[in-house]
């Protein structure tokens, strides 16, 4: 059964950076895409980022472009999202997800709340 495991949330000011990790296991962790999707109260999920496998290939969504960067360690299992320049509405509930359009696994989320 794949396990994957968010970590790295809390409570930043706007202008703020954190750096979330999703760490995945009971699978081949470097043979699939893998992105991030957060979900904001009251909204349905949003696609943030998505990486290919070998890491070369990123894709972003519009709204965090320039700010959020994905990436990946295939030798340590772990999935990335370094998050600068937080405002306000990037507050939600992070998830990470396998694969880069059909998300079939996903954790159980971290909370990302962006308040001063």
């Known amino acids: 059964e794949v396990q994957l495991v968010e970590s790295g949330g809390g409570l930043v000011q706007p202008g703020g950076s954190l750096r979330l990790s999703c760490a995945a296991s009971?699978?081949?962790?470097?043979?699939?895409?893998m992105s991030w999707v957060r979900q904001a109260p009251g909204k349905g999920p949003e696609w943030v980022s998505s990486i290919k496998t070998g890491g070369g290939f990123t894709y972003y969504a519009d709204s965090v472009k320039g700010r959020f960067t994905i990436s990946r360690d295939n030798a340590k299992n772990t999935l990335y999202l370094q998050m600068s320049s937080l405002k306000p509405e990037d507050t939600a509930v992070y998830y990470c997800?396998?694969?880069?359009?059909?998300?079939?696994?996903w954790g159980q989320g971290t909370q990302v709340t962006v308040s001063s």
């Open positions: 997800a396998t694969g880069r359009t059909d998300f079939g696994s």
């Open positions: 009971e699978f081949t962790f470097g043979s699939y895409d």
